[in-house]
């Protein structure tokens, strides 16, 4: 080989490693421009992880309940061009994993428990994205339904439960919408690591679907050179420490990876450099306005005494924590930092309604950021200052790239200071979060001084769910304290990382004493919205949830409040199933997901009736976490066996013969629907609803197919398509659904087959509510 054939070998292996965290740097010599990568799958961060707003959605478990493939593609339009914006080439999203285990950490991340569902928006989402000249990377290639160590787990599943359910999503946004990419994920399948699955990518994503993008690890997934190169894997994540770079330059002059495999890697990122080169300028989106649409359409209404919509003008008890402090987005890898957040005592004050508010009970112990601007001072270990940087509250995270280039080598301690003048007077609480070695001084005393041990070993721990060491003060309003935190940075990871913060709260009400302040609120109004949910510490990337039960005391401040006031109106503010064991108790009852930054004026539109609530239910909603045919997320000995097959979501509640509180499918409008007519031609349902209300809305028709005669291996009922239909009060509306022979097929040793034989489908508004069955004989 001669020198400059060496050179051209080192910047092709190059080209295939994270230059740092977020980008793949410029390769002049072949041409390369470089790429950077942001996630996903609500918006768009960009590579600063705070300090650079985006447009944030609501979450995937929203999007799905909209059921509506029209307005995903929307929603892939508007973060093409958020990611334009940002000078970001690639969307590390959407993710497609199932919903198998309600106790999913990610579970609020991925989109249903349906794969067809799943695979239909994904491909739409996918499709606009990819029309803004943006690519995609549709992840977690394959199997990764759960966060116990993700990183290393291995899944035993057999052939049928992956392709009917895990594989199909993939499969079908490879078939639908030709992703740019994909993500292979952390865990193994049946013994290889995704990350070196040659079978699943180069066999089955490559060989058998024709997908022609690129695939990229998960972040810090790829751990062997040689593995890696010839299982398919294109570009491993993030840099400067990677598999691949010198060490894949080493092992093709060694013979290890032959040099076409190479040529192969890199012709696929050329590829992915050329198709995302000249994005497009389309008429620009009003990303605001969007995140509404998609949070008041994905409201999906479970009850209703014909409290809502809400008539006349109400004096309304808003209660709750939540209610204020808003949860806009699960935790992890998915959050964005919004540039405002509006949360239902917003909403609802904007819409003009008559409210008091109360705040009840919290989801959570945990401080938020002091709220008060602050100075970050970095500093080298002989104390030479580095740099300045104003930050508009307690929080600091830097990720991947130090402002103001600052050298990583250098950094030894980030100082916060500030000064905070609280508001009330009492017993206040004061906390340094994060993990190593802090210092923390309030007004010149010292109360912390030493190092915080992290939790767990994943390495987004830090990151996503920090330690948080507080301390009780007593102040008084209006004089100033001062704040001085001061954290000496572990240098040496992979990642230049600096994540911590000064945390706050204000005295706080003793628990009863809340609760019983909201009960006397809710038993002068009106009408009682009590806004419940989960918190950080249930809903995450990076660990699984241990429950399904509302945390703190929220279960007993709805049941308190329903009882004081027969107008209660339950909003449920949590991104996958929680217990509701109030639910016959109460007048409303309403989800609204993770809703994004607009949830609270969204959530006006539907209580007032501006908005219909559109959604329906894409996954099964337990009564009781015990009743969940599927729930383990644990593994025993590095191995999780998905040993219930394609039983997973309704086909095994159905299997199992439990009813859940809400079942598949599920929800209400402000208007009704009857089915009138289904007829079956070419492949497709023609199917006609009409509207039995008085007002205009919106169905969404779902058809389900079923063996004529039952088959136990099989699930009993699996949604076979869908479609929004809409008509005014007295009108019909035809959708027509498109049931491919695909629908009907097994997978059945190595292929697909379809039983010949008589089958029913059976149309209607949710997995048994079904007023049209028809039969379809297959020759
Ligand atoms: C997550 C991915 C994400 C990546 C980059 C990983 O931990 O699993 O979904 O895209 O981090 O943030």
Known sequence: MSAHEDELLEARARMLAGHDMWSLAAEPALGFPGLTMSDGPIGVRGVHWSGDPSVALPSPTALAATWDTALARRVGALLAQEARRKGVQVLLAPTVNLQRSPLGGRHFECLSEDPLL???????????????????TVKHFVANDFETERMTADVVVSERALRELYLLPFEIVVKEAAPWGVMAAYNGVNGTAMSEHGELVNGVLRGEWGFDGFVVSDWFGARDTVGAALGGLDVAMPGPHTVYGPALAEAVRAGKVPEEVLAEHVARVGTLAERTANPPSPAPVDGAALAREVAARSVTLLRNDGVLPLAGAPRIALIGGLAKDARVM???SAQVTPERVVSAWDGLRAADL????????????????LAAPMRAVALAEDGTVLGEFPTPDGALMWVGRLPGGIDPERLHTVVLRGTFTPEVSGAHLIAAEGVGEFRLTVDGEALLDGAVAPEGDDPFAALFFPAQ???????????????????????????????????????????????????AAAAVADAAVVVVGTSKEVESEGFDRTSLRLPGRQDELVARVAAANPRTIVVV??????????????????LTWFPGQEGGHALADVLTGAAEPGGRLPTTW???????????????????????GVFVGYPAWQKAGTAPAFEFGSGLGYTTW????????????AVTVRNTGTRRGREVVQVYLSPAAPDPDSPARRLAGFAVAEADPGATATVTIPVPDRAYARWRDGAWHTPPGDYLLHTGRSLTRTPLTTPVHRP
């Open 573 to 590: 503010n949590a991104g996958s199933p929680v217990e509701m064991p109030w639910r016959e108790d109460v007048a409303a009852l309403l």
């Open 330 to 332: 699960g935790g992890g």
């Open 354 to 369: 008559d409210v008091v508010y109360a705040r009840g009970a919290d989801p959570s112990d945990r401080l938020p950021a």
């Open 622 to 644: 337990p009564a009781v976490l015990a009743d969940c045919p599927v729930v383990d997320v644990t593994p025993v000995d590095g191995t999780l066996r998905y040993d219930e």
């Open 674 to 685: 009857a089915y009138e007519s289904a007829a079956h031609a070419d492949s497709a349902l």
């Open 469 to 519: 060491t507080a301390f009780p003060r007593v102040w008084e309003a209006g004089e100033a304290v001062s704040v001085e935190l001061a954290h000496r940075v572990r240098g040496g990871g992979p990642i230049p990382f600096v994540g911590f913060a000064v945390a706050h709260r204000d005295p706080r009400a003793d628990a009863d004493a809340l609760i019983d302040e909201a009960v």
């Open 118 to 136: 799943t695979g239909r928006l994904a491909a739409q989402y996918v499709a606009g994205v990819q029309e803004g000249g943006v690519a995609v």
